[in-house]
């Protein structure tokens, strides 16, 4: 089966955010998203609500429920008290652990597994109590020990951190040994029984190569890359162009 697309509203927030005004709205966007093709949205709601605010999980939660029963609601985020609650009030099918600080700009690395082992046996626990499948956010660097820690704490999935192959997009020279270590990580997560996500700086460019190398992988979440094309040809058209380049046919 082809990667599913789940769409990441956290830029749509931003931009919305930038002049306190209610557009563009990241409800309607997601609509058309999800009419267009993906399978899930994701956000990543940070303490400082700076994109996605709190307030936008529960209309996102029932924009899926009342219209599109089967997409899945994707939460990202470090696991504090306060991102339980709002994981337990969203009911979203996935939870994505993340190992970043409060201040950081983006995502820029996984878990290191072996120091927070215990930490995340805890709050995978937590997230099953309520029903969600759990995925940790890890390095695509090939340590197949790693991806055994995160098997061992319970988690479902892990999602591939791509960033510096997309990072590439300047530097062809630098993709194949990057791609490579994804590939291989991935190899050892399947090979246990992890399902693999993968996210971050994906773009219609950049993805086939990485479905081809990895073409069991379950889903990618994208954000940036996406709203930077819909500016340039729509969330429709954007949203098919990247299922089509998830190896789907649209």
Known sequence: MPAKLSVNLNAIAMLRNRRGLPWPS????GRIALRSGASGLTVHPRPDQRHIRFSDLPVIRNLIDDEFPTAEFNIEGYPTEEFFGLCAGAASEQVTLVPDDPAQATSDHGWDFRKHEAFLREAVARLKTMGCRVSLFADGDGDAEAVEIAKAVGADRIELYTGPYGGCYD????????????GRTADAALAIGL???????LTVANLPALVKRIPDLAEVSIGHGLTADALEYGMAETVRRFCRACGQAV
């Open 26 to 29: 990241v409800e309607a966007l």
């Open 171 to 182: 530097a062809p020279e630098r993709v194949a040994p990057l791609l490579e270590a994804l």
């Open 195 to 201: 399902a693999v996500n993968a996210g971050h700086d």
